[in-house]
């Protein structure tokens, strides 16, 4: 029989919150930044450069990277993807194909790293490493140096922009490596 790629966190989605609370002093708003207190090794990138991407090939490519990057580094293990608000689920990157038809109807992931409208959440289930999608900062942030180094640069090529590195506030750059 083989494993399903995902997982509904029914039972369990309220101990993951409040574990995901614990650990990064979750504090959602509209108004206030970050959200979070964000873990070092970060990037936080804006995601404005986005609104200019009317066929979504750069929305695609950051979906892809993030992604690939997860499943670098998270081998046979799973991670946890959580949407504020919504369903979240329990996640093997390495068994997410084309095949699987997730709960929008369509192929593959169950969530997406881009902050459509809620908090988008992926995390390694020790939180070593993860992705933070901010709907209202329109930033996304990435944590842990496994996920940076499989994902910073190929992040900067699509976003460009740099919000904040380690916590800190930075002005726009690019990598050019």
Not at 30 to 50: C, K, Q
Not at 68 to 89: E, F, N, P, R
Not at 127 to 137: A, K, L, N, S, V
Request: charged letters at 25%; proline letters at 7%; one cysteine or more.
């Amino acid at each position: 029989m083989a494993m399903r790629a995902y997982r509904e966190l029914t039972g369990d989605e309220k101990a993951v919150w409040d574990r995901f609370d614990a650990a990064f002093d979750f504090r959602p708003s509209m108004r206030h930044y970050p959200a979070i207190t964000e873990p070092a090794p970060l990037v936080t990138w804006s995601l404005s450069g986005l609104d200019d991407d009317p066929e979504y090939v750069r929305l695609d490519r950051l979906v892809e990277v993030v992604h690939a990057g997860i499943t670098a580094v998270t081998g046979t293990s799973s991670i946890l993807c959580l949407d504020w608000q919504h369903l979240s689920y329990q996640v093997w990157p390495g068994l997410v194909g084309p095949e699987n038809i997730n709960p929008a109807g369509r192929r593959g992931w169950p969530l997406s790293p881009y902050p459509d409208g809620d908090y988008s959440i992926y995390l390694a289930e020790d939180f070593r490493f993860g992705t933070f999608g901010h709907p209202w900062e329109l930033s996304l942030c990435v944590f842990g140096g496994d996920l940076l180094d499989v994902v910073e640069v190929d992040l900067h090529n699509i976003l460009g922009k740099v919000m904040r590195r380690d916590g800190r506030s930075r002005p726009q750059e690019r990598r050019n490596s």
